[in-house]
């Protein structure tokens, strides 16, 4: 049938009730003015109804089949669209109505209370929208931690960048003199190491920021701007271009203004006084290659003598929170910040972490072209740490082990070419790798043959840059958009030792299932387990007490801090209560 033919049979559209009410009030019309009396009870009487199904079905089908008025106001649909977030743009769509998600979400845009209100919404479109993306998280806020947020914010407002208070401070810095801490005192966290690192390692300064009364900066090297929308409303995070200390993005484990050299060549006594006159500034070597000396940065007397120095200077690529928590002055303010222990980044990070629009704009045309529709999202995160460029069979057999073992993929049949059920579900696999390899023979294994309870899987992979290239603004951009796509997954697979892995499991909220690093190529038994907690690990962290001065396991210091699942020298968080 051809379009003009499609034309000719299609139904004439039926009248609005306001063009009924015009023909009836027209003098031609056999009941003259009476018909617009006539007619506008039954049209009131339509458009009670009409909310009324709306509240009852929360925006689904009904909204969509009839329940819409022209010349309806967007903003007063949309919640308002004032400063505060108003939801005024189109959002994801729910898979079986096709309609926007329900007013719960839009009301919960500031994530429980998690994020301020005030924002300018147009500068950061994900802000105040990735609720319509997110499912609700189950792990409460305390209302300490609300409190703390809302008193660092005033602080980076008062002594951020371009206020009296910093350009006051900065005056004191380059002078170099003996200066005291203030009211206003500085983290700078310095760029350093992959994206995943990156906002692991911001994640724990601004922690250690809120601690310690802190501003926290960061270096805006490597796109941080680019990626990452400003955090603290009315100020800017970012450490200006003309900071003083122009070599500070050089500073490594040898550098005479580390604390760690400091303390080796005694230059700090142990009542916390210099040998000479006090620095302005001290450097914290938080990174993997730090020696003893450094590490006694998670010791009481260091942080004692640390709160005298206006400026601290933190490279780090480790997620250092979890000996946070061994450090006695700060235990029961973490405490009452986090009562459930293993939701440190979970909150922060959705605190912090909001895609600039570019970003989020990589992150929803993605979702809501291959996403959206599926009954269950299941995301497959593979990191490989070889030398040599995959695909590996190994690697490939174990991912299979790994979903067919726990049922997150169904198996094939290869005797049928055809199953049928009479109840199809929808499945869609999110697999985000560097190399295109696994993606393309899974998801060849599931077009070639059916599946046994007749499931409909589809298999997407946004990107394979092929090598990793944290240099590159767009590689770190898709980068950033995958681990954001990977969070928002019903389900989760996740490669062992990978900080990519790690953020996308916090921002989610969800216990995923853990591939064990292989060993000499062969796939591990039993290829994965559930984590125990959310929360990422500790690489690199200190195993020293600090009362005793000797070494032992920091991993069986308090019931809350364990080893890794997938680093047995590694610390990460753990709620005892679900143990």
Same mark, same amino acid.
């Given at each position: 049938m051809d379009i003009k033919e499609r034309i000719r049979r299609s139904p004439p559209p039926m009248p609005t009730p306001q063009a009924v009410g015009e023909a009836a009030s027209a003098p031609g019309h056999p009941h003259g003015r009476k018909g617009r009396v006539a007619v506008l009870?039954?049209?009131?009487?339509?458009?009670?109804?009409?909310?009324?199904?709306?509240?009852?079905? $929360? !925006?689904?089908?009904?909204?969509?089949? *009839?329940?819409?008025? &022209?010349?309806?106001?967007?903003?007063?649909?949309?919640? %308002? +669209?004032?400063?505060?977030?108003?939801?005024?743009? $189109? !959002?994801?769509?729910?898979?079986?109505? *096709?309609?926007?998600? &329900?007013?719960?979400?839009?009301?919960?845009?500031?994530? %429980? +209370?998690?994020?301020?209100?005030?924002?300018?919404?147009?500068?950061?479109?994900?802000?105040?929208?990735?609720?319509?993306?997110?499912?609700?998280?189950?792990?409460?806020?305390?209302?300490?931690?609300?409190?703390?947020?809302?008193?660092?914010?005033?602080?980076?407002?008062?002594?951020?960048?371009?206020?009296?208070?910093?350009?006051?401070?900065?005056?004191?810095?380059?002078?170099?003199?003996?200066?005291?801490?203030?009211?206003?005192?500085?983290?700078?966290?310095?760029?350093?190491?992959?994206?995943?690192?990156?906002?692991?390692?911001?994640?724990?300064?601004?922690?250690?920021?809120?601690?310690?009364?802190?501003?926290?900066?960061?270096?805006?090297?490597?796109?941080?701007?680019?990626?990452?929308?400003?955090?603290?409303?009315?100020?800017?995070?970012?450490?200006?271009?003309?900071?003083?200390?122009?070599?500070?993005?050089?500073?490594?484990?040898?550098?005479?203004?580390?604390?760690?050299?400091?303390?080796?060549?005694?230059?700090?006594?142990?009542?916390?006084?210099?040998?000479?006159?006090?620095?302005?500034?001290?450097?914290?070597?938080?990174?993997?290659?730090?020696?003893?000396?450094?590490?006694?940065?998670?010791c009481e007397h260091s942080q004692q003598h640390l709160q005298k120095i206006p400026w601290l200077i933190l490279r780090s690529d480790n997620y250092f929170v979890p000996s946070l928590f061994l450090i006695p002055s700060y235990q029961e303010e973490l405490t009452r910040l986090f009562p459930q222990k293993d939701v440190v980044f979970h909150h922060l990070g959705r605190y912090l972490f909001h895609p600039t629009n570019v970003v989020w704009g990589l992150i929803t045309r993605y979702y809501d072209s291959y996403l959206a529709r599926a009954d269950e999202k299941l995301g497959i995160q593979i990191r490989v740490f070889d030398t040599e460029t995959g695909p590996f069979q190994h690697v490939l057999d174990q991912v299979l082990d790994c979903t067919l073992k726990e049922k997150l993929l169904p198996e094939i049949n290869a005797q049928q070419p055809i199953i049928s059920t009479g109840n199809i579900r929808s499945k869609v696999v999110l697999i985000t790798s560097l190399n295109s390899g696994y993606y393309e023979r899974i998801r060849n294994m599931y077009w070639e043959h059916p599946t046994e309870n007749g499931e409909i899987i589809s298999f997407h992979q946004p990107s394979h840059e092929e090598h990793q290239d944290s240099d590159k603004k767009m590689h770190n951009m898709k980068a950033w958009a995958e681990i954001y796509l990977l969070s928002l997954s019903d389900v989760m697979v996740t490669s062992a030792w990978s900080t990519f892995g790690y953020v996308a499991q916090g921002l989610s909220g969800s216990k995923t299932w853990l591939m064990f690093k292989p060993e000499n190529r062969t796939v591990p038994n039993p290829p994965c387990r559930q984590v125990m907690s959310i929360e990422p690990c500790f690489h690199a962290p200190p195993f020293y007490d600090c009362k005793t001065r000797r070494g032992t396991d920091t991993g069986k210091l308090v019931p809350h801090v364990r080893h890794c699942e997938d680093m047995s020298w590694g610390l990460k968080l753990v709620d005892t209560g679900e143990l």
């Open positions: 009870p039954l049209s009131i009487a339509a458009l009670v109804a009409c909310g009324v199904m709306l509240l009852l079905l $929360a !925006g689904g089908s009904a909204a969509r089949r *009839g329940c819409q008025f &022209s010349g309806a106001d967007r903003t007063t649909l949309s919640g %308002g +669209g004032d400063d505060r977030g108003g939801l005024d743009q $189109a !959002g994801p769509r729910d898979g079986e109505h *096709g309609t926007m998600l &329900s007013s719960k979400v839009q009301r919960d845009r500031l994530i %429980g +209370g998690l994020l301020a209100p005030g924002f300018d919404k147009h500068s950061c479109i994900s802000r105040y929208r990735s609720a319509l993306y997110r499912k609700e998280s189950p792990h409460l806020i305390s209302t300490y931690l609300l409190e703390r947020l809302r008193e660092h914010e005033v602080l980076q407002k008062k002594c951020g960048p371009n206020t009296e208070s910093y350009k006051k401070a900065i005056e004191q810095l380059k002078s170099g003199q003996d200066i005291m801490a203030g009211d206003c005192n500085y983290l700078v966290w310095v760029s350093y190491s992959g994206l995943g690192n990156r906002i692991l390692t911001i994640a724990s300064a601004f922690l250690y920021a809120i601690l310690t009364n802190r501003v926290l900066l960061v270096d805006g090297d490597k796109g941080t701007a680019d990626l990452f929308c400003e955090p603290f409303p009315e100020t800017s995070w970012l450490l200006p271009p003309d900071f003083p200390i122009v070599q500070f993005k050089n500073f490594s484990i040898g550098s005479p203004e580390s604390y760690g050299n400091m303390v080796k060549a005694e230059a700090i006594h142990s009542d916390g006084s210099f040998k000479g006159p006090k620095p302005a500034f001290l450097y914290l070597h938080l990174a993997h290659d730090y020696d003893d000396y450094d590490k006694l940065f998670f």
